[in-house]
């Protein structure tokens, strides 16, 4: 009997196919936008993961912060004051879980070579902000300790700013230029960095690098740096090189409210991005979820259209002796084939918008195989609810009733 109800339920979808598709559309989009969506959130959140870990491994940033003033008094000194180079070698001693703490200057110049003249990034610092960032050289050799002592006038640019500014050239040895504040200061590449593309720091590719005693006292005066990029003995002792560091500054600073320091470690951007992406994708998923309700609503309007239109069927059928049970399940086959064929079909363009998304985005493709279990679950209960109310009516029509109507 239920092979027989298929058919037939089959049949009857088959000989309205314009009407039964238009009323599986929204079970279609429905389960499609649920797919994607999906899809995207955890594409763009793998994406996303990997630029952060390509940043840097076991990597802790630790920032200066403006305190806040009282009472609307606006707050005074300068918050800087205290994260001179030697705070490096502090945290390293006093701070086990640390491998290795780098002092980072940076700021904006001009960067010249011959009749060519581009703004970018220049960035402080010493040698082992290579190794906490995870970059290496493709040509020459990066800033060593030595130039940092000796103050050597160096600079090792970035793989797009040497085409930039060499096009075709070999930039080792030639000597550049640096404008900044109306000032002009001489420097000699010795290295190019590998291509390492964008980053959520911005273009790596279209920063330079020089000695960070250089970048203090001699282009900018200072004594203090504008970050400390920390790098943890390991992925697991993270969590306590953080604790470390916070207690030790804490006393460093004498701030028992942590406001004139910030940390930030990958596993905290990374549980920040996931969250954001969690609750973009579960709103966006509810926003879909909502076409469905949509397409059940549709699925329920064409079974009635499809009872009354089918009521001397009805009526003839009760006549030769169906029961009530067997005209429900009838009705109820052609609402939960029609969720069903709109659920595979919603799969299949689910799938195909993912995959152009993610093409576009360039992220990877991700299809969660617990999406589709879910939207297609969801269309088939869909159905049923929805194909349930026009079933019963059909099955309580009284057959005299059903074989008078015209």
């Known amino acids: 009997m239920i ?3 298929i058919k037939i339920a089959l049949e009857s979808l088959w000989s309205n196919k314009m009407r039964s598709f238009l009323s599986m559309l929204g079970i279609v989009i429905g389960v499609g936008a649920v797919i994607a969506i999906v899809s995207v959130g955890t594409g763009s959140t793998e ?41 490096a070698d502090y945290l390293v001693e006093f701070c086990p879980s640390l491998l290795s703490v780098t002092p980072v200057k940076q700021f904006s110049a001009r960067v010249i070579s011959s009749d060519v003249n581009i703004n970018t990034t220049v960035i402080g610092t010493e040698y082992d902000y290579m190794n906490v960032n995870n970059y290496e050289v493709a040509k020459g050799v990066f800033i060593s300790a030595r ?3 000796e103050r050597n006038p160096v600079i090792v640019i970035g793989s797009a700013l040497a085409a930039d500014l060499f096009e075709t050239e070999d930039p080792l040895g030639k000597d550049i230029k640096i404008n900044y504040n109306g000032r002009t ?8 960095m590998q291509e390492k593309g964008g980053s959520m720091a911005g273009n790596l590719d279209e920063r330079v690098y020089i000695p960070l005693s250089v970048a203090m006292d001699r282009i900018l005066a200072q004594r203090y740096a504008d970050s400390f990029i920390a790098q943890a003995v390991s992925s697991e002792k993270a969590a306590s090189a953080v604790k470390e560091m916070e207690f030790f500054m804490v006393k460093y600073l004498e701030d028992e409210n942590k406001e004139r ?4 470690s990958q596993d905290e951007i990374l549980d920040t991005v996931s969250s954001v992406t969690n609750t973009m994708s579960l709103m ?31 009526g003839i059928r009760k006549a030769l002796g ?20 709109g659920g595979l079909i919603g799969i299949g363009f689910g799938w195909t918008v993912a995959y152009f998304l993610a093409q576009y985005g360039k992220w990877p493709l991700v299809v969660s195989h617990l999406s589709i279990y879910l939207a297609f679950g969801f269309a088939l209960f869909i159905g049923i609810f929805f194909g349930l109310y026009p079933a019963m009516k059909a099955a309580r029509m009284n057959p005299v009733d059903a074989l008078r109507y015209e």
């Open 3 to 5: 092979l027989q109800s």
């Open 322 to 341: 169906a029961k009530n049970k067997n005209i429900l399940f009838q009705f109820l086959m052609e609402s939960l084939s029609l969720s069903s064929a």
């Open 47 to 87: 994406q996303v993961t990997s630029r952060i870990a390509n940043l840097g491994s076991n990597m802790i940033t630790l920032y200066p912060r403006t305190p806040r003033g009282q009472w609307g008094t606006i707050s005074t000194g300068n918050s800087q004051e205290k994260f001179t180079i030697e705070l």
């Open 185 to 192: 200061f001489t420097f000699t590449v010795i290295g190019i």
């Open 284 to 314: 966006l998923g509810g926003i879909a979820a909502i076409s469905l309700l949509v397409g059940g609503i549709g699925i329920m309007n064409i079974m009635l259209v499809s009872v009354t239109e089918r009521t001397r069927e009805i």
């Open 147 to 149: 130039d940092n002592t």
């Open 261 to 264: 320091f910030r940390i930030m």
